[in-house]
């Protein structure tokens, strides 16, 4: 165990810092390659898309969607192939949307990055019809 | 692994069996075709190189072969009031 290690652990046991900060302080020791490594050590092999209907609906219908990372990850690769005079109507519909954001900058490292933080999250919306993302 | 198998069912009622179908014979349809175009996809990479396209042109080989190859696992599922759908490549 390195120093900086046992001192941010040490900090932990006699309670100068919470839990919370040493994870950030130990992750803040990684460096990067390790950093990325350990964010492809992801658990989440799908995400699911669930919806059902809620209480006061009368529809019946449901849909259960299971999509592997893998395709996620594969299909975005996809995203390379949008032809540049494309990109201007995807930002225009985007600023439309609320979302200002430069579709040309996004790479291929922010996908990859967006993916993989992608294990926690939940998404729950109850409404008329019940509505659950999440990764499993 | 590339998926084998396909489960499909469309039908009325929701407890009917659906069809399991060898979605390998497909791909060995589609591997053969893609090498019987693969010649003229090099052409065509060639021919475009210099505007841009013909390195995209190459890309879609591994991309399609790496979606094809992460099939495997997915599962669409719709009920509806009238239909029951159901997707899953096994």
Not at chain 1, 43 to 64: F, I
Not at chain 1, 96 to 106: H, P, R, S, T, V
Not at chain 1, 129 to 135: A, F, L, P, S
Not at chain 2, 44 to 49: M, R
């Amino acid at each position: 165990m390195n120093e900086e290690r046992k001192k941010i652990l040490e900090m932990l046991q006699q309670g100068k810092i919470t839990v919370e900060e040493a994870e950030k302080l130990l992750a803040a020791l990684l460096s990067p390659e390790e950093s990325k490594s350990e964010a492809q050590k992801s658990t989440c092999k799908y995400l699911r898309v669930v919806v059902e209907p809620g209480p006061q609906s009368e529809d019946r219908d449901r849909v259960n969607i299971r999509v592997p990372m893998k395709l996620i990850r594969a299909g975005l690769k996809w995203a390379a192939f949008v032809p540049k005079h494309a990109h201007s109507s995807i930002n225009k519909a985007l600023h439309e949307k609320g979302i200002e954001m430069d579709f040309a900058q996004i790479t291929s490292e922010d996908i990859e990055e967006l993916v993989s933080q992608l294990d926690d999250l939940t998404v729950e919306v109850e409404g008329k019809e019940k509505v659950r993302i999440c990764c499993e | 692994m590339i998926p084998m198998f396909m489960r499909l069912k469309v039908s009325r009622n929701p407890n009917g069996h659906g069809l399991l179908l060898p979605v390998f014979l497909v791909w060995i349809l589609l591997f053969a075709l893609m090498v019987v175009l693969l010649p003229f996809v090099l052409i065509a990479a060639l021919v475009t190189w210099r505007s841009g396209q013909g390195k995209w042109l190459l890309l879609t080989y591994p991309l399609l072969v790496s979606v094809l190859f992460h099939l495997s696992g997915l599962y669409v599922e719709i009920e509806h009031s009238e239909q029951n759908i159901l997707i899953a490549f096994l």
